[in-house]
């Protein structure tokens, strides 16, 4: 069982930068897969940024190349996404997933673990 927390989220301007900290339980942070994932008001969740284990691979979806960065911290049991050049599309409710395998990192249907959520609010 892995328990997720996500914290960082908050209103921001455009063209401002934040990092989202997701902090893990358990004692085999390191062999999990983890992701990132927002869903704004009236859209499906979608993929952001995946980090396979010990951040062997990093992926991003294209919204998401150049701004953001998913790096890890498996001492810490801590999972981070910097989001920098934040845009008004980029609110939305972001959530931190954890899961077995590396593939499929991009579907949450794939995923086991979910965090709560946090709110990032960008205004223009």
């Known amino acids: 069982q892995v328990q997720l927390v996500e914290s960082g989220g908050r209103l921001v301007q455009a063209g401002g930068s934040l990092r989202l900290s997701c902090a893990a339980s358990?004692?085999?942070?390191?062999?999990?897969?983890m992701g990132w994932f927002r869903q704004a008001p009236g859209k499906e969740r979608e993929f952001v940024a995946a980090s396979t284990r010990s951040s062997s691979n990093t992926y991003y979806a294209d919204s998401a190349k150049g701004r953001f960065t998913i790096s890890r911290a498996n001492a810490k049991n801590t999972v981070y996404l910097q989001m920098n050049s934040l845009k008004p599309e980029d609110t939305a409710v972001y959530y931190c997933?954890?899961?077995?395998?590396?593939?499929?990192?991009?579907?949450?249907?794939?995923?086991?673990?979910w965090g709560q959520g946090t709110q990032v609010t960008v205004s223009s």
């Open positions: 997933a954890a899961k077995d395998y590396s593939s499929r990192y991009y579907d949450d249907n794939a995923y086991d673990y």
């Open positions: 358990g004692r085999t942070f390191s062999s999990y897969t």
